[in-house]
């Protein structure tokens, strides 16, 4: 139990659709983070929130849209994805950005 | 863009033996930190170096911090099988965070 949960493990969904990932981290930080981590290719940070601000957004298509209601909740909204969005999207938070990180296990996302 | 590139892509060991790789980045570091990550599972974050210390050790773990070659090695020594996983590095500069690729260590029983 790493104290970041994310949800759902596991998402099929068709490039019309519409839906969204959570996570909650249990650990009184307040950094959160969103990655895209996809076969052999090094780790990609896309959104850096710090005390509920977004700070950073590393060029993502607006097709991905976060969403940080608290310091403890980060969702990402997705609409209208294209196939080379299927990967593994990892949610972490840290005390402060950018101190060590505590990764959830991931949400694998695979669009038809 | 990737600043911290690990090397090598893979490895494979015998139970008992110890495990180096490496991580070069480009720029100037404030830190820099190692990850493992297991099949299925988030990073875990293993141990950090700060730009002004060549040396750190956690348990079986040692890393070493090279700022004039930029880079940075792990070693991990006395392997076991538990110790199968992906092994990140991730430079820090100036709150720009970069993680490579990974190495995948395999350690055989």
């Known amino acids: 139990e790493t104290g970041v949960t994310q949800t759902p493990r596991h998402l099929v969904m068709g490039m019309t659709n519409k839906k969204s990932l959570k996570c909650e981290q249990h650990?009184?930080?307040?950094?959160m983070y969103w990655y895209k981590q996809s076969a052999k290719k090094p780790l990609e940070l896309m959104f850096v929130?710090?005390?509920?601000?977004?700070?950073e957004n590393n060029s993502v298509p607006s097709r991905f849209s976060p969403e940080c209601p608290n310091s403890s909740h980060l969702f990402l909204h997705l609409h209208t994805l294209q196939p080379e969005d299927s990967a593994l999207y990892l949610c972490?938070?840290?005390?402060?950005?950018?101190?060590?990180?505590?990764f959830g296990d991931g949400t694998r996302l695979s669009i038809l | 863009s990737q600043q911290g590139e690990e090397d090598p892509q893979a490895l494979s060991i015998q139970e008992g033996e110890n495990a180096t790789m490496n991580c070069s980045y480009k720029t100037s570091i404030n830190n820099l930190q190692w990850y493992r990550q297991n099949s299925g599972r988030g990073l875990v974050h293993l141990i950090l170096?700060?730009?002004?210390?060549r040396e750190k050790h956690s348990g079986r773990l040692r890393v070493t911090l090279d700022t004039s070659k930029k880079s940075s090695s792990l070693l991990i020594t006395a392997s076991r099988a538990a110790d199968t996983a992906s092994y990140f590095c991730?430079?820090?500069?100036?709150?720009?965070?970069?993680f490579g690729a990974g190495t995948t260590v395999t350690v055989r029983a």
């Open positions: 972490a938070s840290s005390q402060d950005h950018p101190q060590p990180q505590h």
């Open positions: 170096i700060r730009s002004n210390e």
């Open positions: 650990l009184g930080h307040n950094a």
């Open positions: 929130y710090n005390f509920k601000e977004q700070t």
């Open positions: 991730a430079s820090i500069n100036d709150y720009k965070l970069s």
